[in-house]
């Protein structure tokens, strides 16, 4: 039962796009979104989050987008550069404690194209 | 001021043989989150320790799989009489606090290989 689904396993976009990933849920208790950034043979990196309380956070040129009543959330990246190819995986979590661990989508490979 | 280490990076067992892996959380960490990815799929939450005590192992096998992060030293994730379908990599995470506003800092995994 996968609670947090990415439905694109790979994505390509030219440099200096916008990248756009996308992210569904299907638990409704989820009310705090991650989104992490991996390089091969590397740990995921924290890239940005948003409350379920707020529709869009931004931060430099990553921009989070959530629309809870489609239980759906995306990741702006623009421009595009070539350092930003990676998997990147969305991740979600309930704040009201009893849920320490993240559950996380299976990721999308992103390929920036020069 | 050290990221999360992780050790081995790769661990090669034959079935039925026993897997150890060792998690150094950063520096004034005592929160420690083990997840499992296997080939293709995402990351899963295994279980939760703080200091001496297993918080949440909601995700953990029931049989085979034990951890501990002790007052000293770091945590462990121990895999008794493994099987091929352990093989995957393995990632600790660390953060300074529970709760969502305390991020969690991964190491760069432990590969496990089961031949």
Redesign the interface.
Known sequence: DQQ?K?NSPSLSVQEGRISILNCDYTNSMFD?FLW?KKYP??????LISISSIKDKNEDGRFTVFLNKSAKHLSLHIVPSQPGDSAVY?CAA?F?G?GA????????THLIIQP | NAGVMQNPRHLVRRRGQEARLRCSPMKGHSHVYWYRQLPEEGLKFMVYLQKENIIDESGMPKERFSAEFPKEGPSILRIQQVVRGDSAAYFCASSPGRGIYNEQFFGPGTRLTVL
């Open positions: 947090v990415q705090y992490y043979a590397e740990g995921p990196t924290f995986f979590t704040s404690g320490d661990g993240l559950t996380f989508g299976k990721g």
